[in-house]
């Protein structure tokens, strides 16, 4: 295991151990997830899938995810590599509507082909092979099967800005973002075709007053028809992919 990788497994480990909130589990600000959360549910329900579908969420953290899943009807595993955080995940899940499983996203340890849906969110940042993750995800997904895949937008103002600093300060990235088109040929280069990208807008934690300004109705809508808006204002993309049969 490369440095990048150990310091991330090692701080989500202490997360799990430290923290009993789950946005804290997972690394998040509170508003950063309560925000993914209702942007999963949109999402997910223009999603075709099966109305008991066998789905995996890799990195699951404390379970948020996995919950919604199952509250839905789906069957649901949940797989994260720091077993601090599954048993969070366990805690908050006391009549056990899912399974939880301890793996890393490098070698999933299940049979290809064995869901219908593979999501993966918060993941690709803190790991120093996105590719083998990417792999890994389209091989365990079912022909026809789709992905909800999270990618930190490289192209995002604040982000460009951060790299800058890194870069004249002569440090290593905290976190790895990409640009979504990288991230879709990933996707397109296993035979999963991008169906659906969608912004995950995001107020700075020291701005959270921002937050008003992004919930107006015309705004993500409005910055989403400039011409490069949505690449310079989205904090992260999901590419939602669908596997060739």
């Not at 909130?21 to 899938?49: I, K, M, N």
Request: with cysteine.
């Amino acid at each position: 295991m490369n440095a990048f990788d150990a310091q991330w497994r090692a701080r989500f480990e202490r997360f799990g151990r430290t923290y009993t909130e789950e946005h804290e589990v997972s690394g998040w600000s509170a508003e950063g997830l309560a925000r993914r959360l209702r942007l999963f549910a949109r999402v997910l329900s223009r999603l075709p899938l099966p109305e008991h579908a066998d789905t995996l969420e890799l990195g699951c953290g404390a379970g948020t995810y996995v919950r919604y899943l199952a509250g839905l009807g789906h069957s649901v595993v949940g797989v994260d590599y720091a077993v601090p955080n599954l048993g969070r995940a366990v805690e908050a899940d006391p009549g056990r509507k899912a399974r939880y499983v301890a793996g890393d996203g490098y070698e999933l340890p299940f049979r290809a082909a064995s869901f219908d849906l593979v999501v993966c969110i918060g993941v690709l940042q803190a790991s120093s092979r996105p590719e083998r993750i990417v792999d890994e995800i389209t091989r365990t997904v079912r022909p026809r099967g789709l992905v909800v895949l999270e990618a930190l937008n490289a192209l995002e103002l604040p982000a460009l800005a951060r790299r800058l600093g890194e870069r004249v300060a002569g440090r290593p990235p905290r976190l790895h973002a990409y640009p979504p088109s990288r991230v879709r040929d990933w996707l397109e280069r296993r035979n999963t075709r991008l169906v659906r990208r969608v912004g995950v807008y995001l107020p700075p934690r020291r701005l959270p007053g921002l937050a008003r300004l992004l919930d107006r109705p015309l705004v993500i809508p409005l910055l989403e028809r400039l011409p490069g808006g949505a690449l310079l204002a989205a904090h992260a993309f999901w590419l939602v992919g669908e596997k060739s049969p």
